[in-house]
């Protein structure tokens, strides 16, 4: 019985028609409509599980998503996080929360990961680690890559937040599961994974419909599309 999920899937959905934000979703048909699954995005933003969630709303799905213990023990976002069945993750624990991330994809959720662990500031894919595709492969799940781009336009690392801008457009692209030959070693799936997310945030970039209003406006864009974000190599860690 889901008391919390669903009242706040319907709270974002009205701010959404308010701000009137423009989102697309590309890929819906890819996720699966019963079973397991990893859900495996890009970090470009504060807001980005709300995005990816609303990615398997076509599916009629409710995505669990790891996010970092200090969430949990906040006292607004605390009870919220658990009443939608999230995961926290204590990287002084981590054995604990990789095994109950499991046991959601074998009860038939779908987990939500984001492998590059902390928001990039080049706004290009960083460095995974494994941690999704160990867990698609222990559950016996797919493993869907995702990506999100917009969301960092209303709140990122290092901006100012503008959660009242109004009109940003947000695609959400979604990938077909990755294929996961038997033999293939947890680090060349990842490095897989990265190359499809990658694929996935250059189309989202390259066919997103606004550009900089200005030279000041810039910042939003990754540095080979003309923008000033930091180059990949000297982005913060």
């Given amino acids: 019985m889901e008391l919390v999920y669903p009242p706040v899937v319907a709270l974002a959905k009205t701010m959404f028609r308010v701000l009137d934000l423009k989102i697309q979703i ?125 969301p960092h336009r209303l709140w990122t690392k290092g901006h100012k937040k503008e959660l009242t801008k109004r009109h940003v457009p947000v695609l959400i692209k979604i990938g077909e599961a990755l294929d996961m030959p038997k033999g293939t070693s947890p680090d060349a799936l990842t490095a897989a994974l990265k190359v499809r997310l990658s694929a996935l945030l250059d189309a989202a970039q390259r066919e997103y419909p606004e550009k900089p209003s200005g030279p000041e406006d810039r910042w939003w864009l990754p540095a080979h599309l003309g923008g000033t974000a930091p180059l990949p190599e000297a982005a913060p860690v």
Avoid at 26 to 47: F, Q, T
Avoid at 70 to 78: A, L, N, P, Q, T
Avoid at 86 to 102: C, L, M, T, Y
Wanted: glycine fraction near 10%; charged fraction near 25%.
């Fill in 26 to 150: 590309d890929g819906a048909e890819n996720i699966p409509r019963e079973g397991g699954a990893v859900l495996a995005s890009n970090h470009v933003s504060y807001l980005d599980f709300i995005f990816c969630g609303l990615g398997a709303q076509p599916a009629k799905r409710l995505v669990r998503f790891m996010a970092k213990k200090s969430v949990f023990d906040h006292r607004v976002s605390g009870p919220l996080m658990r009443g939608m069945r999230h995961i926290p993750v204590d990287r002084d624990a981590g054995a604990a929360s990789f095994r109950e991330a499991n046991k959601a994809l074998r009860d038939g959720q779908i987990v939500g990961v984001f492998p590059e662990a902390t928001i990039s500031e080049s706004f290009t894919v960083k460095e995974l680690k494994s941690g999704a595709v160990r867990l698609a492969r222990s559950a016996k799940v797919p493993l869907i890559p995702m990506a999100v781009w917009g």
